[in-house]
């Protein structure tokens, strides 16, 4: 007896009334790991990997995970192994693609607050190219490469002005952002940049927000970006790629976003249409190659009802799932075997975690028949959850396992106290 998929999750399914991740049950995988307890399929990133490397098709482009997204050392490899290259913002991160096997020619450099350090071992190491995103970290940049011997590949990061209809704390292309180059000084500083000697002018890039689910950002920041390119080329500077950042959304409740491959026909007519078909491109997905890979199963501790509101008290807090405290965000939230209490009648709860802050809730207004001992899976929580972690009220780090198929590999054991208090003295 297998019920229908999940809309979204196609490898997260029930099978006799248990959840599963791929052919793994997720009540097997918390018995023998505890929980909270993140599960990810690899087949649901391989999918999600393959819809852009349809779109992309015949086309000279490189597809680099951003890995903040999820940061896992595992799931870096799965996406190296496949090919692809890699979208870091810190020296941290740079060590773990490295150390997961990625070629440090497929690594962009992004952020806005790049340290020198930092420079220097992106420069160390052979980096494919740092996205610039200031007129002051150019001179910055320019001083270190000439300062070890190097010249510095780059692409400035421009902002496009366009409004990606998202959340404002995930929308980064407009001109009250902190990121980019203002689309009116993108000329000058290419120029400057391009006659500094330790700096070799390779690309430009863009990267307009977070959770997008509609096209049209998206294409009126490539005609931007195009006028932009067709302006800097005339003036003697020649882009050899372009490079389109991330932010293509998910589906977490109802939403509809484009399939990457039908978002990038879209956006390949419009680059053929303009003669840019045959450039290099890149992209920068983060949330969409890992977003509904994952789930994080909770055990329900205590039903707590009230005359306002019904509490349901999880194992599951907002140091593991940030991101309902940090964004309002939704997650859907089911339940690991369902019709686990057939005698707990169904009632409207706020599914909230132990931590000691009001804002630490994982969903509002949730309709679920459940009682203390059930579990309960929060879907779409592969990307920007493990990553944005944090020990929080001292408590552990969850465990990861990455499922392929009926085989399942704990990528990261729960945080012990030694963990925890690592790199701590006493008086
Ligand atoms: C966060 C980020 C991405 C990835 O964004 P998603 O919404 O996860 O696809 C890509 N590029 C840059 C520069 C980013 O900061």
Redesign the pocket.
Known sequence: MSAPLLPGHPHIHYANDQLHVEGCSLDALSLSHGTPLFVYSKASMLDALAAYQRGFAGRNARICY?I??NSSLAILQVFAAAGCGF?I?SEGELARVLAAGADASKVIF?GVGKTRAEMAQALRVGIGCF?VESEAEIDVLNEVALSTGTRAAISIRVNPNVDPKTHPYISTGLKGNKFGIAHERTLVTYQRAAALPGLQVVGIDC?IG??ITQDTPYLDAMDRMLDLVESIEAAGIPIHHIDF????GINYNGDTPPAADALWNKLLAKLDARGFGQRQLMI?????LVGNAGVCVTEVLYMKPGEQKNFCIVDAAMNDLPRPAMYQAFHTIVPVQQAASPSASSEVYDVVGPVCESGDWIGHDRALQVQAGDKLAVLSAG?YCMSMSSNYNSRPKAAEILVDGTQSHLIRQRDSFADQIRGEKLL
């Open positions: 951003a903040k997204a979208d913002v992004s996205n990267h977070s959770q950042g991330g932010g293509l920068e997905p983060g949330r969409s990307a």
